[in-house]
């Protein structure tokens, strides 16, 4: 039986200051649950009966017995979901030596939940396992994200950080180059790409702020096809990281 309180506290964690106060999040959805449970400790499991064996056959945690009606309470999905989990948020410190060696995604102001949960999940796609973010980037825990990554956050680390003190470390005692990416770059296909460095992502609308871009060593562009002939202003960041991270990974 499930408390009036528990379902309040659960639904509570759609804000950012709940999840940061306990350090936990909100995962919802049985295939979420079966890419990322076994990764994490569950401080809370809840399933309806038809999703009940299988969820518990991936924690140790205690599994609730729910109703649809409770879990309608409970998600911040706008179909509930069969199962939901509170999960602890791993506590992951940053080696710089490890990550210098291999292609690491930085996020400059992503504000879209959804656009960074999808990131995650080309990361993941990609082999890139070290994604930075600015304080101004969407909350990696927000449900929504969590959704988007489609269980890339069970294996991709993300850390929040100052980001352009952190770059320039890695720039300056890693020697890990700094790829930007910009409308008025470089053909990203006629630069010369390394198998190690720093990939930033800006902001939807702004793009990589100015203090970055001055310490990017190549300012890259994704060039439109034709040339010269009117296209869409832009694309989408998460679009836009695919083709880059694949083409970094092609070379």
């Known amino acids: 039986m499930i408390s009036k309180n528990q379902i309040k506290f659960v639904y509570s964690f759609g804000k950012k200051k709940t999840r940061d106060e306990h350090q936990l999040f909100l995962a919802e959805g049985v295939k979420i649950l079966r890419d990322i449970l076994p990764y994490f400790e569950a401080e809370f499991v809840c399933a309806t009966e038809e999703a009940y064996d299988e969820i518990k056959t991936l924690t140790k945690a205690h599994v609730e017995m729910a109703t649809h009606a409770e879990i309608e309470k409970m998600t911040q999905l706008q179909s509930p979901p069969k199962a939901l989990a509170l999960l602890k948020m791993p506590q992951r410190k940053l080696d ?62 993300v ?4 980001l352009p003190s952190t770059l320039q470390t890695l720039k300056d005692q890693y020697k890990m180059p700094i790829y930007g990416t910009f409308l008025d770059g470089k053909n990203m296909y006629e630069t010369e790409l390394t198998s190690n460095g720093v990939i930033v992502m800006g902001n939807e609308g702004n793009g990589v702020t100015s203090e970055i871009d001055k310490m990017s060593d190549h300012r890259l562009y994704i060039p439109n096809y034709p040339v010269g002939v009117p296209t869409s202003e832009s694309l989408n960041v998460s679009v836009a990281t695919a083709i880059v991270c694949a083409e970094f990974r092609r070379r």
């Open 96 to 157: 710089f030596t490890s990550i210098s060696k291999s292609l690491v995604l930085a996020l400059d102001g992503v504000q879209d939940p959804g656009n960074v949960g999808t990131i995650l999940r080309i990361a993941d796609w990609f082999g890139i396992n070290t994604v930075l973010c600015s304080q101004q980037t969407a909350d990696v825990y927000n449900p929504k994200t969590i959704q988007a990554t489609m269980g890339a956050i069970a294996r991709v680390s």
């Open 159 to 162: 850390s929040y950080v100052d």
